[in-house]
């Protein structure tokens, strides 16, 4: 378990360009379909915790299903692994990024990446809104149409309000205890 914890957050942190939430669609492939370590509603509360606590998301996530599957070391080894490819990169690669940031072909190739980023972070809000009932192909229940009165408030308060996340999970939890609880 150990070893299977620490390669698959070792890939996490070797291919997370982008950072933040455009991991999460390969954290989900793994965590769900690969080694199927827990349900989509599950990793979809852990994503919501690990994104309004303080620090990076992908190590957050990391902690928690390490634990979650280990213990605390699972946490530990996780948060490691996750970490390890980017600090080793910085050290590695960041004299030579900041001489050549500039160059056209590199700045051309960090154009194109900010445009895959945005599209992982649509295909994870698209899958996250599939697995909370937010996306159906039957006929909707009252929860369904409370779900995506939250969304679309939280969205709202987010963009237009200009509201800390923390604080529109937080209201949102409790408006999901109202309403549920």
């Not at 972070?121 to 009932?133: D, E, L, P, T, W």
């Amino acid at each position: 378990m150990l070893i299977h914890l620490f390669a698959m957050f070792l890939l996490v942190g070797l291919v997370s360009f982008g950072g933040g939430y455009a991991i999460i669609p390969l954290i989900q492939e793994e965590i769900l379909n690969r080694y199927h370590w827990m349900e989509a509603g599950q990793l979809a509360d852990i994503v919501a915790v690990a994104g309004m606590s303080p620090g990076p998301i992908a190590t957050n996530i990391a902690v928690a299903v390490g634990y979650q599957q280990a213990g605390w070391l699972g946490a530990a080894l996780a948060a490691l692994a996750v970490v390890l490819p980017s600090f080793a990169l910085i050290l590695a690669a960041g004299k030579l990024f900041f001489r050549y940031r500039d160059h056209p072909r590199v700045a051309a190739a960090f154009y194109g990446l900010r445009a895959v980023v945005v599209g992982l972070i649509a295909y994870a809000a698209v899958s996250f809104a599939r697995h909370a009932g937010l996306l159906w192909t039957g006929t909707p229940d009252w929860r369904t149409w409370c779900q995506i009165a939250i969304f679309a408030g939280s969205l709202f308060s987010l963009i237009y309000l200009h509201k800390h996340p923390f604080v529109v999970i937080l209201l949102s939890g409790l408006v999901g205890i109202a309403l549920y609880g």
